[in-house]
């Protein structure tokens, strides 16, 4: 009879088996430095840049670009701003049952034609809604809603520590004329 610490689980198969919280964030630190960025450097809403590093890991996983996302993170800021805005579009097109865009005025996507190194239309995304929004959907809740929630949290704490400072250097600064009888 062979002992239960001999039967290990056969990991010859590809799959990486994650233990701990830890170890999630440390495999989606790139996921996570991206999504840092577009929410604190470049000031999106952290919804929204949800939806964008989503929607690039799945661009990243259709085009087989394993750095497709890594490669982003040395972009300016305008650019990769652009690229998030173009995403948005993208996603807005997807979400909606009838094409939502004026083919003539957005027929390609320049910047994620740039990064998918072929050539991506509105209307291809469009019409394959359906699959694209279900990939979205499942990088989502399998990797953005556990990876992001501490820098969200993170995020709101510093909001509120600084709107605590402003108001007390509103205060200190720029006293109400009520305070002028307030002994301190």
């Known amino acids: 009879m062979a002992s239960s610490s001999s039967t290990k689980p056969n ?34 809403d952290p919804g929204e840049a949800m939806k964008v590093v989503a929607y690039l890991v ?17 972009w300016p800021d305008p650019s990769l701003n652009d690229l998030a805005n173009e995403a ?10 009838h094409f939502p865009y004026n083919v003539n005025i957005i027929g390609v996507l320049p910047l994620t034609q740039s990064v998918m190194q072929k050539c991506v239309t509105i209307r291809y995304l469009h019409e394959n809604r359906v699959s694209i929004i279900s990939a979205v959907t499942k990088i989502i809740n399998d990797v953005c809603l556990r990876a992001f929630p501490d820098i969200v949290q993170e995020i709101q704490q510093e909001k509120e520590q600084e709107f605590v400072f402003k ?16 002994d301190f």
Do not use: Y
């Open 88 to 97: 948005i579009l993208a996603l807005n097109c997807v979400e909606s049952d």
């Open 167 to 182: 108001t007390r250097f509103q205060i200190a600064f720029h006293p109400s004329p009520h305070m002028d009888s307030m």
């Open 58 to 74: 799945w661009l990243e996983k259709v085009s087989k670009d394993f750095r497709l996302v890594s490669k982003l993170l040395h």
């Open 11 to 44: 990991l010859d198969n590809g799959t990486i088996v994650i233990d701990t919280h830890h170890e999630f964030n440390q495999f989606h630190k790139i996921d996570r430095i991206l999504f840092t960025h577009l929410v604190v450097s470049i000031g999106r």
